[in-house]
T-cell receptor, first 115, second 112 residues
Framework: EPEVTQTPSHQVTQMGQEVILRCVPISNHLYFYWYRQILGQKVEFLVSFYNNEISEKSEIFDDQFSVERPDGSNFTLKIRSTKLEDSAMYFC?????????????FGPGTRLTVL | QKEVEQNSGPLSVPEGAIASLNCTYSDRGSQSFFWYRQYSGKSPELIMSIYSNGDKEDGRFTAQLNKASQYVSLLIRDSQPSDSATYLCAVNIIQGAQKLVFGQGTRLTINP
C-alpha cells in the first residue's frame, strides 16, 4: 500500500542552523501539508501546498519557514535559522483531492532537536 | 478560531470492556471528522472517518456524529491492551486548504 515517507527520522541541529526536512507524498496525491507536534502538545497545522504554491499557512509559518516541491516527487520544509522552540515532531501529510471524503495520510515524522 | 476539544485523560479501561472517547468542535460548518490513533513517538494513524450524522461501524470501532450538538465520539468494543494509545479527534476545516484541526488527544490505557 502506498505511503508517505519522510527523511531523516531524527535531525539534531544547533540553534541558528538551517535544516531541510524531506517528504515523499503518495504519488497520485495533489495536496500536501506540514504539521508539527511539540512534545506533549497537540498536532498543529503549519502549511498546505497545492498546484506548486502555498494555499494556506498558519501564524507559526513565519519568514523562517519555506516549502518547496523541487522535482515532482519530493516535498520539503526548510527552516532557515532554527530556534530552540522549533524542536518538535514534523509530520508531512498528503491527500488525493479536495472531496470531503479524501483523507490525509501522514508520514512517520521527523523528530527535530535544536540544541 | 476553530477549536476541537477532547478530555486529555488518562482514560483507563479493563481489557474486554468498551472504551468511549468524546470530542466537541466549534466550527458548525465542518463536514468531515476523523479519529486518529497515535502511539508514543509515532505519527497519527487514521482509524475512522465519519461525514454524516449517526453511527459508522468498522470492526470493533464505532464512530458517532451529532452535528446539531457538534459532538463526535469513538467507541472501542472488546478493548485490547494494543489499543492503548492516544486518540486524536480531527476536524476538516472546509475553507481554503481543508486543513485538519486536531484536539489535544485522549490517552487511553487498557488494563489486562
Amino acid at each position: 500500500e502506498p505511503e508517505v515517507t519522510q527523511t531523516p527520522s531524527h535531525q539534531v541541529t544547533q540553534m541558528g542552523q538551517e535544516v531541510i526536512l524531506r517528504c515523499v507524498p503518495i504519488s497520485n496525491h495533489l495536496y500536501f501539508y506540514w504539521y508539527r507536534q511539540i512534545l506533549g502538545q497537540k498536532v498543529e497545522f503549519l502549511v498546505s501546498f497545492y498546484n506548486n504554491e502555498i494555499s494556506e499557512k498558519s501564524e507559526i509559518f513565519d519568514d523562517q519557514f519555506s516549502v518547496e516541491r523541487p522535482d515532482g516527487s519530493n516535498f520539503t520544509l526548510k527552516i532557515r535559522s532554527t530556534k530552540l522552540e522549533d524542536s518538535a515532531m514534523y509530520f508531512c501529510a498528503s491527500r488525493r483531492g479536495a472531496v470531503r471524503t479524501d483523507t490525509q495520510y501522514f508520514g512517520p515524522g521527523t523528530r527535530l532537536t535544536v540544541l | 478560531q476553530k477549536e476541537v476539544e477532547q478530555n486529555s485523560g488518562p482514560l483507563s479501561v479493563p481489557e474486554g470492556a468498551i472504551a468511549s472517547l468524546n470530542c466537541t468542535y466549534s466550527d458548525r460548518g465542518s463536514q468531515s471528522f476523523f479519529w486518529y490513533r497515535q502511539y508514543s513517538g509515532k505519527s497519527p494513524e487514521l482509524i475512522m472517518s465519519i461525514y454524516s450524522n449517526g453511527d459508522k461501524e468498522d470492526g470493533r470501532f464505532t464512530a458517532q456524529l451529532n452535528k446539531a450538538s457538534q459532538y463526535v465520539s469513538l467507541l472501542i468494543r472488546d478493548s485490547q491492551p494494543s489499543d492503548s494509545a492516544t486518540y486524536l479527534c480531527a476536524v476538516n476545516i472546509i475553507q481554503g486548504a481543508q486543513k485538519l484541526v486536531f484536539g489535544q488527544g485522549t490517552r487511553l490505557t487498557i488494563n489486562p
